[in-house]
C-alpha cells in the first residue's frame, strides 16, 4: 500500500470486473476506503449477480484494505443515492466517485432497436448523472455546512465518444454525452471544492473484445493510475479535462472548440453561405477519423 490516498472513500461503480475491478484495486492500493458497486449483470445488461462486487472485496481485504460491497442499478435514481448514503454511513464521508459501469449493445444504426438505445443510454448516462447528482448534493451540503471536501469525479467517456465508432452508434452517443457532463458539472461543482474530469480508456474488456481485435490492447490496469492520481488531493488543480489512456500512453482531449469563423455583418443569405463555409472548412483541420471508417 502508498500513501497516494490515504484517508480517502471512494465509490467505483461496474467494479466487479475489467476496468472497473482494475479501478478499485488501484485506488484500494494507495489507501483509499472503496464503496465496490457492481450490479452484476452481462455484457449485454442482461440478469442480476452480486458476486463480482463482492469478490473484489474480498481481494482487497486480503491485500489489507477496507472495502465494501454493493450491488445498486446506478441507473435507479434512488439506488444511487442509497449508494452515496451507503459510503457516508459506512465510512463517515465521501471524497471520490469513479463512474464506470456500463454494457454494450452494438449494432448498425439502422439496426438498432428502440430498446436497445434507450438500455445503453439510461445505463452509462443516466447512471452517470444519477451517482453525480446525489455524490453533488452530498458535497453541497457538507461545503454549506463548512465541511468543504476535497472531492473528485471521474467520470468514463470513450475514444468512440470522442471520435466516433462504426456499428457502436448508441454507445458513441452515450459517451459523447458523458465527456459534455463532465464540462458542466466541473464548472458547477468548483464551488463546493469538487473536480470532475473523465477518461477515455482504451483495454482488452468483455466490452471491446467482440467488438475489436484486441490482442494488442492494453490490460483493464494499464489505465487506472491515472485514475489513482486525478482522485488524489495533488490533482485539485485538474477538472473539466478528459485524458485518454492506451497503454503507456496518455493524451489531453482538445474536444469541441471554435474554429475559423465569418461574420456577414447581417443574416446570412442561402446563396452566400456555401462559399463562406467552403473557405472556412479549408482553413479548419482535418476531424479525425470515426473508428472502424
Known amino acids: 500500500m502508498t500513501g497516494l490516498l490515504d484517508g480517502r472513500i471512494a465509490i467505483v461503480t461496474g467494479a466487479g ?12 492500493r494507495h489507501g483509499a476506503k472503496v464503496v465496490v458497486n457492481d450490479f452484476g449483470v452481462s455484457l449485454a445488461g442482461e440478469g442480476t449477480d452480486e458476486s463480482p462486487a463482492a469478490q473484489v472485496v474480498g481481494e482487497i481485504v486480503a491485500a489489507g484494505g477496507e472495502a465494501v460491497a454493493n450491488g445498486a442499478d446506478v441507473a435507479d435514481f434512488a439506488a444511487a443515492e442509497a ?20 454494457f454494450v449493445r452494438d449494432r448498425m444504426l439502422v439496426n438498432t432497436s428502440e430498446e436497445e438505445w434507450d438500455a445503453v443510454i439510461r445505463v452509462h448516462l443516466k447512471g452517470h448523472f444519477a451517482t453525480l447528482r446525489h455524490a453533488g448534493a452530498y ?40 465527456a459534455g457532463l463532465t464540462l458542466v458539472a466541473a464548472a458547477e461543482m468548483a464551488r463546493y471544492g469538487v473536480t470532475v474530469n473523465a477518461i477515455a480508456p482504451v483495454a482488452k474488456t468483455r466490452m471491446t473484445e467482440g467488438a475489436f481485435d484486441t490482442s494488442a490492447m492494453a490490460l483493464p490496469e494499464d489505465n487506472s493510475p491515472v485514475v489513482a492520481w ?12 478528459v485524458v485518454e489512456i492506451d497503454g503507456s500512453r496518455i493524451t489531453v482531449e482538445n474536444g469541441w472548440a471554435h474554429g475559423p469563423s465569418a461574420d456577414a455583418g447581417a443574416r446570412w443569405e442561402a446563396a452566400e453561405v456555401g462559399p463562406a463555409l467552403r473557405k472556412l472548412l479549408a482553413e479548419a483541420p482535418e476531424p479525425e477519423s470515426v473508428y472502424g471508417a
Open 17 to 28: 470486473r475489467g476496468i472497473g475491478r482494475a479501478h478499485a484495486l488501484e485506488l484500494a
Open 83 to 102: 449508494l452515496i448514503g451507503q459510503a457516508v454511513e459506512t465510512y463517515g464521508g465521501l471524497d471520490i466517485l469513479v463512474n464506470n459501469a456500463g
Open 139 to 178: 458535497w453541497r451540503a457538507e461545503s454549506k455546512a463548512g465541511r468543504q471536501r476535497d472531492a473528485r469525479v471521474i467520470n468514463t467517456s470513450s475514444g468512440a465518444g470522442l471520435q466516433g465508432s462504426i456499428g457502436q452508434g448508441t454507445y458513441s452517443a452515450a459517451k459523447a454525452g458523458i
Open 230 to 241: 486525478l482522485a488524489s488531493e495533488d490533482a485539485r488543480d485538474v477538472t473539466g479535462r
